[in-house]
């Protein structure tokens, strides 16, 4: 099931939401899959996600 993607409402701060935007823009990436870049590259500097665990970010999704 990596492909399966679920719906989740993100209450966020204008502050980031309107920096996330100017990078996701920068890297020409939506800005729901930067925010899933971000969060998914964050888990696999952590250890918490193992290469190959998470589907590669879409853009579009």
Sequence with gaps: MAGEKKAYPLRISAAVLDAMQRWSEDD???LNAQIEYVLREALRK???LK???AA???DGD
């Design 28 to 30: 020409l990436r939506s």
């Design 46 to 48: 952590s250890g918490r």
């Design 51 to 53: 290469p190959g665990k």
């Design 56 to 58: 590669p970010v879409v």
